[in-house]
């Protein structure tokens, strides 16, 4: 494997946890706009990142591999928690 195939390989590893992270950091502002204002939305989609790429890891090494439906609900928590204790916790 050649280290562009690599780059490519992890890039594609971790691109649900940070799409996923996105979409909800912009759903927080959008539908909770007066609770997530002082919360800045790159804050948001990095502690979501943050975890769904904890959480890819996680479930990759207890699971064997990537892509079972088991690590996609660890992927789902591993973004929202961050960003609901952003958002809770904040007061």
């Not at 780059?7 to 799409?19: K, Q, R, S, T, V």
């Not at 660890?74 to 929202?80: F, N, R, S």
């Amino acid at each position: 494997m050649s280290p562009l195939d690599a780059f490519w390989h992890i890039a594609n590893l971790f691109a649900p946890a940070w799409g996923l992270a996105a979409l909800l950091a912009a759903a927080i502002k959008g539908l909770w706009r007066r609770e997530a204002k002082p919360v800045a939305w790159r804050r948001l989609w990095g502690w979501g990142a943050a975890g769904g790429s904890a959480a890819v890891v996680v479930s990759l090494a207890l699971l064997g591999r990537d892509g079972r439906m088991a690590g996609y609900a660890l992927l789902v928590l591993g973004v929202a928690l961050p960003q609901w204790w952003l958002l809770s916790f904040r007061r």
